[in-house]
């Protein structure tokens, strides 16, 4: 059986396949490692430990990259989050997290058997984690239970906000709690590093941000609780628990490392994407659709309040797929069929010239229906 | 960066290794659905009700396959291990598991905090499970704590033996305990439907056993468990908790689902296979070795007691490592390098004319070194 994608050459601006697009290196490697666990080889027993495919170096490099002590490979940003939860996990245990955290966060927690006390952002139209309130929501959390982790969402997947880390980092370790911070669209897209930030953990998406294909994610942390969460089997000496012994057991992995040094390059150039991004923003803006999140917007994950193309779907015929489908006539793909009263999309890596082509799109299907 | 994989032309008989081999459009949808999230481009909230690519379709045949009411993709068969012991976990929770359980059967139950009791093998040579003893184990797990699961390997990873699972399922239903069928080496290889067997959860290996890129897992179970294990989140009513909302978004889902005719086809072949393997022990005794395991064998999984490769490595220079050379040469691969008292191997798939050089260069070496 064999089933061909069919949005494969066009334009996409889903914001979930912007950063996951693969290089050549990495689709090259894809058939050369394809079969099972080829990765497997030469395993002495340990994933993280393989020395070919270089698989050992790897791990050091990418643990500079993400400035910690220990990185790990996962299935996802969201099974490093689960990991780490679970690992912290206590009776009672809470979990203060940002209200904008995606809805991972909060099932991971869930899984963990984890209670959550939400930090309040600052509602419409940007929606900001209010930093402060991290102080509160701990002491309020305290009342109920033990607070074991907080987590930030760096940025956050709905509008693309890039809170203030530092001063998150600060309040919790006053307050001694650990902090995570969730980097699955930003690892990858910009640099970040644990130490600098003042984080304790922080984890990424290799399939969304890091050229990879998927399933994969990347977790990064200090000596400190890299003995908690890594911590090994009593019976079987070198496996980590929380791994299960070995997680990427496969091709996902090849392709995370042949990406490397292009991921480590793109995030120099961060401040380009940026620029782009706030260029389609003023473009947009000029049709009539409101930005959410923060402005000046820092991220290429944009939100558009789209009153318009909402009132276009309640006189059509195809009500709110009329978008979608005129979007698919001009391959544009990536905004999720059926949305009208806001759109999200991502801008990350969609050459310029692409970009005037899906605001000329909107400008027309207004036009059209106008 | 690009890695060649070395031993890609090799005959392999890693047992790891022979079943994981991908098909002809299992390589092709590789390299379509390479790029991150992919499948995801028409997702409505839940990775297995997808309908383009054609996934839900595919995880009701799955289930059909699997003789189950439910089924799921994972990452793998321990991460369905792991999910169906974490959801069953209690306080003092008991698994009772057959000796010859994986080592990922432990870590699960580990991971889950749950202690395990484990049921004896007969030992040297055959090292069978020996079925009856699950009533004493339960019986004596019961004095501990609470048995929420047992567990049997079909077949385990050391011997291939394939125990009574019939017999080991009527004992744990009438103890009023649920049986897991661990078919990392099975599902994909033989016939495996879990209504006849009378199992309550039955795991796979997709690139063990289904011609899959790795990683990727199947589970199958019935409605009555499949309640307490695919829960779904209390906040975010589509999102089963336990695969925290979704499992395997990438493509070793499409490789799984690409192979998925010719797997089913292939299990239909097993009788050959197990001829094979049979020949193959009796061309390896005829040198000498001694196959540990059940005699007469069932499957393809060997494992060689090889006193006379044990006698040369201690006289040679290169130590352990002098066969793993020899075969290298030969292209062949596969023996663990250093192993040399007992070695493991998989004929599955591998022509005979491939194995009747693996028996030719093991000959070789024995006059070489004899
Ligand atoms: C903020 C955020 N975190 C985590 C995830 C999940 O990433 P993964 O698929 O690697 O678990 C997403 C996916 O949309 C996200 O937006
Ligand atoms: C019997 C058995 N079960 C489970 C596994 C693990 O399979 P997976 O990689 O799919 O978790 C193995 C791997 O060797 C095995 O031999």
Not at 266 to 273: D, F, L, P, Q
Not at 320 to 345: C, D, Q, V, W
Not at 346 to 357: A, C, G
Request: hydrophobic share 40%; proline share 3%; glycine share 8%.
């Amino acid at each position: 059986m064999f089933v061909e994608r069919k949005v494969k050459d066009f334009i996409n601006i889903d914001p979930l396949q912007t950063g996951g697009k693969l290089t050549e290196d990495a689709r090259r490697m894809l058939v050369e490692w394809g079969d099972g666990y080829s990765v497997c080889d030469f395993c002495m027993g340990d994933l993280h430990g393989i020395k070919n495919p270089p698989i050992a170096d790897f791990i050091k490099d990418l643990a500079e990259f993400l400035g910690c002590d220990v990185a790990r490979v996962t299935h996802g940003a969201r099974e490093g989050k689960f990991m780490i939860m679970h690992s912290l996990a206590k009776k009672d245990g809470i979990v203060v997290v940002d209200s904008n955290a995606h809805y991972s966060t909060f099932v991971s927690a869930e899984r963990a058997g984890l209670n959550v006390v939400e930090v309040e952002n600052s509602g419409y139209p940007e929606y900001k984690v209010i930093e402060e309130r991290y102080e509160d929501a701990i002491v309020e959390a305290r009342r109920k239970g033990d607070v074991v982790l907080a987590v930030l969402t760096y940025p956050d997947g709905n509008y693309g906000n890039l809170p203030d880390v530092k001063a998150v980092a600060e309040i919790c370790h006053d307050k001694g709690v650990p902090l995570l911070l969730n980097c699955a669209y930003s690892i990858g897209r910009m640099e970040i590093k644990a130490e600098k930030l003042g984080v304790d953990f922080v984890v990424g998406s290799g399939h969304k941000s890091m050229a990879s294909a998927g399933p994969i994610g990347v977790v990064g942390m200090f000596e400190d609780y890299a003995k908690v969460v890594l911590r090994k089997s009593e019976r079987f000496k070198n496996k980590e628990v929380e791994l299960l012994g070995c997680s990427v057991r496969g091709v996902p992995l090849m392709t995370l490392m042949a990406s490397f040094d292009h991921v480590k390059e793109r995030v120099k150039r961060w401040n380009e994407e940026v620029e782009k991004a706030r260029w389609f923003v003023r473009e947009f803006e000029s049709l009539g659709f409101e930005l959410l999140g923060e402005k000046p917007h820092n991220h290429d994950l944009l939100h558009f309040k789209t009153d318009k193309i909402y009132e276009i779907s309640k006189k059509v015929k195809k009500g709110g797929y009329f978008l979608y489908h005129e979007l698919k006539k001009r391959n544009i793909h990536g905004i999720k069929p059926g949305r009208t009263k806001s759109i999200k999309l991502s801008t990350y890596l969609v050459p310029k010239d692409d970009l005037r082509k899906v605001v000329q799109a909107f400008e027309e299907i207004l036009d059209k229906y106008g």
